[in-house]
DNA sequence: ACAAAAGTGTTCCCCCTACACCCATGC
DNA sequence: GCATGGGTGTAGGGGGAACACTTTTGT
């Protein structure tokens, strides 16, 4: 750890109480696409045995959003990434025995018996989704890895991680069902079996190509571009881009009916 | 104001700090269904112009859907209701303001100047739908009316309750799409146009009543019984009941599709 | 008898489902 | 040619939408 870090750690741990809400954390649920396969961002926290998502303390006078887009900022160095707020646990207990002495004296830090960070957290859930390409992973002060995991081949995570994890999945589930948020994990140009793969992985289920294909165009948000890089096996697919303004308008006329 | 309501008072603001979480409420949403009609459970506070959404702090050492819950139960006398928490809302300018001396004063107290009710508060918005005819209305130390409001009437509330508010609407529309949680807004028994009127309210849109029997009818957790009350002038209705346990195999089912 | 709303039936049609068939491309 | 996946066609069925007809009740 060099001395900038030390003077951060120092300064979040000794002083973090003048400038951050107590008692209050965001974490985010980074996802990304890449080899047909759906990725999470993870960290790992120095002096812990276990990765964690993402997350951050929450200023005193900015929003919960500002919280979550600057951790991510941070993380990822993405700004203007689809970001929703989706659950804020509360359970009594979930930061408890967390912070430890062993783990700041392991670090050169003698924190205090009465530290801000010892106390109780309650954390609010966001999802983001993100273009896996474009994110450069970046460790922060208090973890020495940032990495991309399988979200299928994630061990057990730090505190209630896990929970959050999941419940972020059965959430953005429920929302592709009635807006196609999808798209946000996709490059600009994709072909539609690609997207059709990004469905299935999130939903967890195949679905069939030439339905899914009809009706990924009857929403009238997919421009058809030309064709595809030679470097496959078989006949070109056309790529497509994602209309934004049609898109938008789709998502008032209402995607889905029903009572 | 008597004697216990000046202690009680006295005890929030100057010992609240002790027992509650700073800078985080929760906020109620309370929704019930009489005479076709969808009403809110609105509180008026002493010294305020506007009435406001029942709500109430955080304690030390309960989760979020406990502090939720009490509110209820001290506002309406019911547990055992269908609660739910839907966004928390983070302006850090939400509350400025909002805690003023003139306030304080008229109600013999001097609040000090560093007082935690003066500081910036988040609140978590929860949405609950009871059974209309089983609520006691009951003010508290801080308000002195507590009533039911047609939803369609409300005019400004205090802080951020309207958007507050839509926000829950928003929310329980979207959630009815796919869980009919409706049913907590109605009596054990009641006829398939009452359950119709209800739905037509909280979506905001008529119905085909032949379409809407024939669906719910589907679902197989409505348990039809004998005759309505005579009470009518035309053909007496079937009441039906609600059967939990086929209503909690459906879901796991699921009722909806699509992609 | 009449009004009003409940219960039930019927038709149309859209859209989802499932397959099937041909097309383009690299080896 | 052949394997592989892309694009498109199509027959069938389920169910929603709209509407009609009959039934029951109180006045």
Redesign the pocket.
Known sequence: MNMQEQEDWDSIVLKGHEYYLPHLSVDCVVLGFHHNQLKVLLLKPKQKKNWALPGGFVKKDETLEDAAYRTLLERTGLSDTYLQQFHIFSNPNRTKHYRNDEEFESIGIKMPEENWLRKRFLTVGFYALVEFSKVVPMPNVLSDQCEWWDIDGIGELILDHNEILETAQKSIRLQLKYKPIGFNLLPTKF???ELQKLYETLLGKKL????F???ML?YGFLIQLE?KK?????????LYSFDIEQYNLALNEGLN???
């Open positions: 072909t539609l079996s069939d190509r030439g339905n294909n009809r009706k009857s064709e030679s470097g496959v096996r078989h006949r070109a697919p056309y009916g029903g009572i």
